[in-house]
Each structure stands twice: as C-alpha cells, then as structure tokens.
C-alpha cells in the first residue's frame, strides 16, 4: 500500500485515496472545433510510461480535492506532489 | 484411550524454558499425552517418542519433524475439532495448552496404514511434471474424472464447514525503526535505535526472545547469551518509545515501507478473556526496517533422507535446549560444517555418545576440537548412503566417500533412532527479497544475501550473511545507530559489547550423497512438495532450463513452506548439473507471506454485518414495523415490498403499483443522491455537465438533466433544482451518488478552475418521500392547507418552500412514476415524522406504502430508462434521450456522439416488448433474436434490460435496447435465454406503454 502526501492534509494511507489518471491530459477546450483523431486520443489514448508519470490522485476519503503526483511506475516511488494550480517542487 | 508412558525422551538437566511443575495434557490421533507448559505440539510429541505425525503430499509417504519452528515442511497437523478445527498447521509452530487437539492430515484410514501410500510404490509413474503430462486427454475426462479423483488424494487438511468462531483484530501502527527477529543482531539493533530515541518496534516469531542466543553457548559482555537477551529485552521494555513484541510474525514486505506483520494473542492461552482476539494483524508503516530473521539450516540430500526421526541438528540442539527434550537415544550426526558439533556437544552433555559423519576431510574449529577432546572419534569424509525404518529411521547405510566425493568406497550399517543433518546456513532473505532487494550470491557462504535495496530495509546479522556473533553484534549496533539517526538529533551511541563463541572452519560445498551401490533411493531435497534429486535431473533432462520454470514443473520452493530449506539445494543442485554456478542459474522469486497466515487474521473484523457499512433511511424503524421485505441497493438497505396476509411478492408488488395508478403510494426515496451547487458560475457549470440547456432555468423551477461521460456514454440522469439565483439542488441515482461528486469535483478543480462553483453532498441531510398517484395532490393539499397545490400553483417540475407545522419543508413536483406526483423533502431527523403525517392524511384517499419492486414497475411501463438502461454502455439516442441534447451549446461528451459509429442509420434503441402469449415473463438479459431455431451463433438483435408485470394492462411487458429497434416495432420476434431454455415469442411495441403522450404527470 502507497504512502501518499496530500498536498492539504499530508501523509495518508492509498486506501483513502482514487487513482485519476494521467495528469498531463487537457481537456480541448468547449465549443472549440476539433477533428475525430484529436478528440479520440484526449478520450481514450494514455501513454504507458515505464518511470517518472505525472498523475492525478483524489482524496476521496479525505478533503475530497484533486491533486498532481509525480511517481515512478515501475518502483512507485512518489517523488513529489502539488496542489492542481502548484508545479512539483523536485 | 490410554494414557502412554510419558515423557521418556527428555533431557537430563532442566536448563530450558518449560516449566515441568505444570503437566499439560493433550490428544494426538486420538491418544492422550502429557507435555509441559513452554512446549511446543512439537516438543511434546517428540518427548513421547512420537516422530510419525503426517505423511506427504504426493507420495504418502511417513514423516517426522524436520525442524522445530517456521522453516517446518512436514509435520502439519489438523488442529482442533468442530467449527475451530485448522488444517495444515506447523506442529513446530503451536503452543501447547491444556486439553490441545490434533490430529495427522493427508493420510487414510490412519497414519501409520495409509492406502495412498501405494502412491510411493508407484512412484516411478509420479515423476516431475505427472498431472501436466497424463490427464491431458480427453479433455471432457478432466473435470469428471480426473480432477476430483487428484482432488481426493492430493489434499491435505480439511477446512471447517462452519463460520470461524473466533474474533480477529487489525491494527495500524507507525514507527521510526521496525526490528524483524530478536537474535543478536536483532537485540542489537533494537537497543542502539531505542536508546537513540527512535520509536522502534522489536518483532519475535517465538514465544522466547533471544534467537540463537537461546541455542548458542556463548558470552556476551560478562553474560551468557540467554542471559544477555532477556537483559536487552527488559531493558527495551522500559523504553517508553519501545513496542516489543512476541509470537509475531512479520510476513509481507509491501510498498514504501508497508509491512504486514500476524500476531498469534491467545492460541497459547488456555481459556482467554472474549475481549481478547484470537489472532492480530497489524500494518506497520516503518521509516526504516532492520531485517534480522537470521539464517535456516539446510538439509543434506541422500538416500531415504526423510524418514521420520530425520531432522536439522538445529532442530535438535534446541529441542534439548529450549525444549529439555531428546529427539533420540542413538544419534547420528552428518554435517558438511562445523555447528552441527555445538549439537553433538549437547547430546554429551545428556551422557548420549552420538556418531559424527563429516563430508570434510578435516577440521580444526573449536567445536570439533572440543569434541575430539571428549574422546569422541569423528569420521571424516563420510556421508550417509541409504536408511531404513518404516514409520521411524531404525539404521543408516554410512559410506567412506572417495576422493572426489562422487562415490562412496565402503559402507558399513549403523543403527540408529535419529539422524541430525547439517548442510550449514541459509540466511532468511524473503523480506528484503519482497522489498525489491535484489539478492547477490555469497561465494563464501555458498547463499544470497540482500545487496541493492530498492526500499528502505536493511539486513543485519545471520539474514545479511554475517554469522559470527561479533558481526552480528557490531552490524547491530552499527546500523541501529545510524538508521535512528535519521530520527532523532539525540546522536546517542550505544557501546558494542565484547562477545566470545567457537571458531568455526568454512563448510563443504556438498549437499548431495551419491547414490548407493546398484540402488536408486529417492533423495529429498524439497519435503513439503516431495521433490526429490530425481525430479530435478528429470526437468532439466526435458528442457527446463529456467529455474523458474523448474521450479513450477517439479513443484520445489513452492506453496506454504516456500523453499525455506529447500531453495539453495535445488540451485545447488541445478548449478551442479548445467555446469554454471549458482548466480548464473539465478534465484526464484520469494513471495508474501513469509509463513501461512490464517484467513480470519486477514479478514480480521470484516465479517458478516461488519464486512460493509449499511446506510439505513431515517424512516428505516417504520418499514421495519410495518414489515417491509429489504433489499440492498448498494449500501443502502431499501424497501422492496410490504407483503400483506399471505401475500407473494408478485402479489404485493402488483398491489402497491396498482394502488398508486389508482389512488396514491408513498415512496422512501431517501437514498437519491443530492449535491449542493453554490456560485455565481452554477448555472454555467450545469450546462457543461448536462446535455440540455440550463442557463434560462427559472427559480423555484426543477429541470430533468442527463450527463454524459467524455465518450459519450451516458453516466447519470436526475433532477435538478434552482433554489436561488446561484443555489441548485441537483439529485442522482441512489447508485452514482459517489461517482457524480467525484465527477463533478473532477471538472471543477482540474478542468475548469476558474469556474467559481462548490459542489457539496446533502445525500444524508435531506429525507424524502415521493407521493404519486391521482388523488396525491388531494392528500398534500389535506396536509398543507395553506398552499396552493393546484396545476396552476405548483405545475409540473416546480417547486415550493413550505412548513409542516414548524419544519421547513420543500414540495417538488416531479414524478418517476409517470403519474401526478410530489416528492416531499425535510431535514432527515424529520424524515419519519413526515412519513407518519403522509400515512395519516393518507389514509382517506386509499394511501399505500411501494418498495422499489413497485417502483421499478411504474417507471418500466412507463418506458422511463433507469440503472439497466444507464449501463455505461448506452449514448442519449439508444435510450430515447435524444431529446433531451442541445444542438446549440457545447458540454462534456458532446463531441463523441457523432461519431460514425453513434450515428449509424441502424443503431440501438430502446422499446417494448410484450410476449405474444400475454403470460410469459421475460427474464431480464434475454437476448432479442429473428429466429429462435436458428443454428448458433445466431445473430442477436439487442437484449432485455428490464421486465415487470404492467399492472396497468395486467400482462408482463419488458424494455429492450435494440438494432435498429425504431423499425421493428410491430415485428414478432423471440426472447431467448438459453441458460435457461427459454424461447418466447414477444411483440416489439413502443417503450412508453402507459400514457405514451405524458399527460397524467401534468394532470
Ligand atoms: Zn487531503
């Protein structure tokens, strides 16, 4: 089980938390024209790096906000996390 | 039952840690015993002569004990009777107490007679690799046949039927510095990082700390071992930051510094407290782990090499030390190094003169020196050939080995009552190992030892291959110090004490006897998965390069003992036979747990009422009184019907939705998901979250709202409410209540920041009832009289702020039922107050309370989609919701619908279907085909997401979403279920049944 800094409450259990996803996605913006291959990759398309992956995680059990991680895939290192307006302080 | 001779095999000093003023007595294979208090099931046995207590896993055949702790692999027993009984429990492993129960497993009719035993006639046909290679064909003979034929014989306990009696616990706990094992260098480390001022958490499998201490002959300071150990342990129990723990077993390594560790509270009492559990698991969250589980003693492979009465001399020298009991009168040793004299030097301390077989050519360590002293002549370069001894070793084949040791050149038959073997030390490396260690090999030691740490962990001790007491202890020290450090600003160092043991000369690398001249005996190498030296050379014979691979085709290293004596031998002996040496052939994997941890620790208190939370609606005691059927919907525990008399289910639902058609019902509808929505930006925020237009939406008006997922897929619908300017009460689905928040939290702190919006959850703060059925408004006007309830006052999808007598209350005029309908909001703690008074103004106009039976009814008659229909597999268009999607603003999910695939001339959609027959139900996911007869696969049109009995036209009625289903109204076609051979000719009709046009809602 992973030991993960929530950037407002601090260190916490995994079991309090949701996994979110890649945490370099962003959404096209609304109204915006956008073509088939652009918008199936933002819907499905995820790169499956093996190492350093920035991440959203939320505290679901917690105080219910989103927040980046940045964690290593393969060890699960978790090298930093930030607030969603923050940038990683590594 | 008799009462046997007891206790004949002890020793003659009382040095160990059993209180003989306390006789225990004990039943094994229906026979009593006595033992003492601090035996172990073991102990006991063994001082009664017993050393048959099982037979094994594949060839029946007899066994004894091997060992006398975790590294165990043969003597599992059957504990206990009734709904306590265990299966496969390490006898090494059990306490003894009072009255104990236990009995052999894995044999039939008795241990000694066991008719599986022919297994080990016939075992030239149970080679390595058997089950893959002969019950492969015909495969339909597997599952009749086959399989519960080796199911039978292969099993070894037997597993209670009943629910576990006991209670089990978790707990978390926290600390700088976990301590795993209370040798040496375990104390060691525990006192230098206690006394450093870290919180630190000592661990000891064993009831005695204290490790080899306990075994060893050796000074420490001005101190024996023994007397030392239990010094540091009084002095830690002291320490108000020190958490010392016995019979704890620290079994699984998993991320950033999470360990498991089982904690056996009252198997050894004999009659515990009920506030006591039986066993604890605790999660240890360590800054750093000190991994100083020590080393396990290897067997020697040779002929016959598991007879019972054959076991590690480790085993043995703590048997007589600890356990003051003699695992033989007439014993042989065999080692391949020196500490198998420490034991040989105990046997003579109980006046028993043992033969010493040494595989070397010569020693000149301390221990031999010693006992060469005491007249005692060694025979080197000798091994054991070949035993005998049916239920019990009775006499060994010893042979003069040849200069290469590839052969033996003599032998001579010696009798015997116990051979204690010593093929020297593997260190016990499974946690570092489970961290992510990556192991090297130990030329000198002939093992791995832990080397790069992928985790905070480090081995110290006999675990990191330091054997001599005077590492151990300065690794100790050393490393508690440094890693408490990283705690503390104390910078308090603890002196290491001088310590002195025997010198030791290095061991031989020979852990394999040759075989016997013209005979081929089975050499064990892996006892609890019966792998013998002939398994090994047979998967390598056929191609099995991998040790992996080896290791799944022979079997060896596997299941609950994972290879904790038999690892290094197989690779050994691997190495041996391709020519590589051992780091080449590599290692296997070790996985948690460490040693077999009971279910009920893992479960712990998550049994029965405990295993979920329930949520109970504040109106919950009324339909207990007024007795309600439950159902769980999710975790709520909802309605489903109130039966009266005699009533069946159908009976009652049929009533109830009836009832509401005619007169009116009342629904608990309490367990709908409600979101706050506050901000200047909510009306901006729904209308990107809802597929319709939200920024017009009126005060004191609700709107119907369906939302979509980014692919289009249509996650929830509800109704939604503006309570002010910039307040909307927005409800879902009982069942994505949680998800809908999440979803929206999502948008609103990562998508779009900027939106100034706050979604809260009032899904507890609110109770509500629906009230639905023509004569609703007649009852809500009895109870309201001050309000204007009429079509004009409060019209479809509005709503009101009113009082029941002095509670706020909110009257929403929404219906799912299709009928004219309320739905009735007061703060929860009001919720049954407000039942009562519905019920009671009710009561004149025919009021009936519905469950979510009649629920579901009234809304798939009226074709309104619900959870079935929203299966995360349906767009707006498949559920006739295509009217409810702007064409004019963008909002999430949009883009996906015209996709080519979503906008296909014949994509699904939902109807009705009616059986032709106007009697057969159809069961829910039947499948929608043209033609019934039709040869498999036949091609299915679509499938059956809701059935009810229409108590409106009293015949079953069913939604379907199907291809192209627009145009197959009118068509006869099948509902087939071939699960359960049903095939039924239905009639595709519209999906709205029951007043197609909506009227009655805004009657
Ligand atoms: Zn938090």
Redesign the pocket.
């Known amino acids: 089980m992973l030991e993960i800094r929530?950037?407002?409450?601090?260190k916490?259990s995994q079991n309090?938390f949701s996994y979110g996803g890649d945490g370099n996605i962003k959404r096209p913006t609304l109204g915006e024209e956008i073509n088939t291959k652009d918008w199936d990759d933002f819907v499905y398309f995820r790169d499956n790096p093996r190492g350093k992956h920035t991440e959203l995680w939320h505290?679901t059990s917690?105080?219910?906000?989103w927040?980046k991680a940045s964690r290593d895939t393969a060890t699960h290192e978790i090298f930093a996390t930030c607030k969603m307006n923050e940038d990683f302080n590594e | 039952m008799r009462i046997s001779m007891s206790n004949q095999f002890r020793t003659t000093n009382s040095n160990g840690l059993i209180n003989k003023n306390k006789i225990l007595n004990f039943t094994f294979n229906g026979q009593t015993f006595q033992g003492y208090e601090g035996d172990t099931l073991a102990s006991a046995l063994i001082a009664n002569g017993v050393h048959l207590v099982g037979r094994s896993f594949k060839y029946h055949r007899p066994r004894g004990f091997l060992g006398v702790g975790v590294e165990e692999p043969n003597a599992m027993v059957q504990l206990h009777e009734g709904d306590r009984s265990e299966p496969n429990i390490m006898a090494t492993e059990v306490e003894l107490v009072e009255g104990l129960v236990a009995n052999s497993q894995n044999c039939w009719p008795s241990v000694k007679f066991d008719i599986g035993e022919i297994n080990n006639l016939l075992n030239r046909f149970f080679p390595a690799g058997f089950y893959y290679k002969t019950f492969m064909w015909p495969k339909s003979f597997w599952y009749k046949i086959y399989e519960p034929v080796i199911r039978k014989a292969a099993g070894m306990g037997i597993a209670p039927l009943n629910p576990d009696p006991d209670r089990y616990e978790h707990n978390y706990e926290h600390c700088d510095v976990l301590v795993v094992g209370s040798g040496p260098s375990g104390l060691a480390s525990a006192l230098a990082a206690a006394k450093n001022g870290a919180r630190v958490i000592l661990a000891e499998d064993k009831a005695h700390f204290g490790g080899s201490l306990l075994n060893d002959d050796v000074t420490i300071g001005n101190m024996s071992g023994r007397e030392w150990a239990s010094d540091v342990i009084s002095q830690l129990k002291n320490l108000p930051n020190v958490v010392v723990k016995n019979r704890s077993q620290v079994f699984g390594y998993y991320d950033h510094n999470m360990t498991v560790m089982f904690e056996r509270v009252s198997d050894h009492i004999e009659k515990p407290s009920q506030y006591t559990p039986r066993q604890r698991l605790h999660y240890i969250r360590a800054g750093e782990v000190i991994v100083s589980t020590g080393s396990i003693e290897r067997p020697i492979s040779f002929g016959n090499n598991d007879r019972p009465g054959i076991l590690l001399a480790s085993a043995a020298r703590e048997y007589m030390k600890v356990y003051e009991t003699l695992v033989g009168k007439k014993p042989i040793i065999f080692t391949n190094n020196d500490t198998a004299y420490s034991t040989a030097l105990e046997f003579l301390k109980n006046d028993i003169t043992p033969i010493i077989l040494d595989t070397r050519d010569n020693s000149d360590g301390e221990l031999v020196k010693e006992v060469q002293n005491q007249g005692i002549q060694i025979r080197f370069n000798s091994g054991i050939a070949n035993t005998k001894g049916h239920l019990k070793i009775k006499s060994a084949t010893i042979g003069k080995l040849d200069s290469d040791k590839e052969n033996f050149i003599s032998y001579e038959e010696v009798e015997c009552d116990c051979i204690c073997m010593s093929g020297g030390w593997t260190p016990t490396v499974h946690l570092s190992s489970q961290a992510g260690n990556k192991l090297k090999f130990k030329e000198e030691i002939d093992a791995y030892v832990p080397d790069q740490k992928r985790q905070k962990e480090t081995a110290v001790g006999a675990a990191n291959g330091s054997y001599t007491l005077d590492q151990s202890l300065a690794e100790g020290f050393q490393v508690g110090f440094e890693l408490s450090n990283k705690f503390t600003s104390n910078n308090s160092k603890t002196d290491t004490p001088m310590s002195k043991e025997p010198s030791q000369e290095s061991h031989e690398k020979l852990w394999c006897m040759p075989l016997p001249n013209g005979k081929k005996p089975k050499r064990f190498i892996d006892f609890q998965n019966d792998v013998a030296v002939s398994d090994v050379e047979l998967a390598l014979r056929e191609g099995f390069r991998s040790i992996e691979h080896v290791k799944r085709y022979t079997t060896l290293g596997m299941a609950g003992d994972q290879g904790k004596t038999s690892n290094l031998n197989g690779l050994q002996y691997v190495s041996k036979i391709e020519k590589k040496i051992v780091p080449e052939v590599g290692h296997t994997t070790f996985r948690p747990p460490y040693t077999p941890v009971t279910i009920g620790t893992i479960v712990g208190r998550e049994v029965g009422n405990h295993y979920l939370p329930t949520r109970k609606s504040p109106i919950h005691k009324w339909h207990e009184e007024n007795n309600a059927v439950f159902v769980a919907a999710g975790l709520w525990v909802r309605p489903r019907y109130y039966p009266r008399g005699n009533e069946t289910m159908n009976d009652a639902v049929n009533r109830e939705a009836a009832n509401v058609r005619k007169n009116v019902g009342i629904c608990d509808v309490t367990t709908l998901g409600k979101i706050d929505i506050k901000g200047p930006d909510a009306p901006e925020f729904l209308n990107r979250i809802y597929t319709n237009a939200w920024l017009k939406l009126p005060v004191g008006k609700a709107r119907y709202g369906v939302m979509l997922r980014e692919d289009g897929m249509v996650m929830d619908d509800g109704t939604t409410s503006r309570i002010s300017e910039n307040h909307f009460h927005m409800t879902t689905t009982t069942a994505q209540a949680a998800n809908v928040l999440s979803h929206l939290e999502y948008y609103l702190q990562v998508v779009w920041p900027e939106l100034d919006v706050n979604v809260l959850s009032t899904t507890e703060q609110f109770a509500g009832v629906a009230v639905a059925g023509p004569k609703s408004r007649e009852l809500l006007t009895k109870m309201f009289p001050s309000i204007d309830l009429s079509n004009e006052g409060l019209p479809f999808m509005g709503l009101i702020d009113t009082k029941l007598g002095d509670i706020p209350a909110r009257i929403y005029r929404i219906s799912f039922s299709g009928e004219l309908a309320y739905e009735v909001n007061v703060e929860s703690d009001y919720g049954l107050h407000l039942w009562k008074k519905i019920m009671e103004a009710g009561s004149d106009f025919g009021v009936q309370p519905y469950g979510t039976e009649a629920l579901s009814t009234l809304r798939i008659e009226m074709g309104h989609v619900a959870g079935p229909e929203l299966d995360g597999r349906t767009i707006p268009f498949d559920v006739g919701l295509n009217g409810m999607v702007s064409q004019k603003k963008d909002f999430i999910g949009k883009r996906s619908l015209s996709k080519e695939a979503f906008v296909a001339e014949d994509r699904q959609t939902i109807v009705g279907l009616v059986p032709v027959d106007k009697k057969s139900k159809i069961p829910e996911g039947s499948h929608i085909v043209e033609n019934d007869k039709a040869p498999t696969p036949n091609p299915k049109l679509g499938h059956v997401s809701s059935s009810c009995w229409s108590v409106e036209y009293n015949n079953p009625f069913s939604i379907a979403i199907m291809k192209d289903g627009k145009k197959q109204i009118g068509k006869t076609l099948f509902a087939v279920s071939p699960l359960k051979d049903i095939s039924i000719p239905v009639e595709v009709v519209s999906s709205h049944y029951v007043d197609p046009k909506g009227e009655r809602v805004r009657s």
Do not use: A, D, L, N
């Open positions: 929530c950037p407002y409450c601090g916490r309090e505290h917690g105080c219910r906000q927040f």
